[in-house]
């Protein structure tokens, strides 16, 4: 049990569908973090929030939006995905995003999506 | 840019002792990670470095050469149970985290 959990762990979709990916940590961070994890390639950030507001967008599209109602949850809100959206979306969350040289991150077990 | 290196895949025995390594090319260093990962599971953490030198832990010992942008994972007297992706991650100037793509190991009895 690591602390974070994630909603659904798994979600199938076609490409016209909305749907949102949750995560909630019980840690008491204040840094949240998405990942999009693809077979055999490095973990790639998309979006960080610290204190609740978002610090990096790494260049994600517009068709993944997400929101951070409070320093506990984090969404992942999706629409009009591409079939090469498919892979294992993963939340962390740590301390805070700032400064701190030692700042693990703790994450949750992902959710498997596939877009058809 | 900035590249982090290991394996795709290493096999070894069960009992035996493996070596994991991480080569890595960043702007700035603020510490590097070791994750572990099983199959459909999270990443948790199984160490940090920012200084060279080993650093032990049970079974588990980090190795870090800041001026050889090397790192390595020591595992010794494995278990069918460590067959899992090993992440390696750095953090760059700005404390954000740089992924390698992960060592898949396999454990043979």
Same mark, same amino acid.
């Given at each position: 049990e690591t602390g974070v959990t994630q909603t659904p762990r798994h979600l199938v979709m076609g490409?016209?569908?909305?749907?949102?990916?949750?995560?909630?940590q019980h840690l008491g961070h204040n840094a949240m973090y998405w990942y999009k994890q693809s077979a055999k390639k490095p973990l790639e950030l998309m979006f960080v929030y610290n204190f609740k507001e978002q610090t990096e967008n790494?260049?994600?599209?517009?068709?993944?939006?997400?929101?951070?109602?409070?320093s506990s949850h984090l969404f992942l809100h999706l629409h009009t995905l591409q079939?090469?959206?498919s892979a294992l979306y993963l939340c962390a969350s740590s301390q805070d995003r700032g400064t701190s040289s030692y700042n693990e991150q703790f994450f949750g077990?992902?959710?498997?999506l596939t877009v058809l | 840019g900035q590249n982090i290196d290991q394996p795709t895949e290493m096999t #070894?025995? $069960?009992?035996?002792?493996v070596q994991i390594n991480c080569t890595y090319q960043t702007s700035g260093f603020n510490g590097l990670f070791w994750y572990q990962?099983? #199959?459909? $599971?999270?990443?948790?953490f199984l160490s940090y470095n920012v200084l060279d030198g080993l650093e032990e832990k049970g079974r588990f010992s980090s190795f870090l050469s800041r001026s050889k942008g090397?790192?390595?994972?020591?595992?010794k007297e494995l278990q069918m149970k460590d067959s899992a992706s090993y992440l390696c991650a750095v953090a760059d100037s700005n404390y954000q985290l740089i992924w390698g793509a992960g060592t898949k190991l396999i454990i043979k009895p």
């Open positions: 490409m016209t569908n909305k749907k949102s990916l949750k995560c909630e790494n260049s994600v599209p517009s068709r993944f939006s997400p929101e951070c109602p409070n079939p090469e959206d077990p992902g959710t498997r | #070894a025995t $069960e009992g035996a002792i990962q099983h #199959a459909g $599971e999270a990443p948790t090397y790192s390595y994972l020591l595992l």
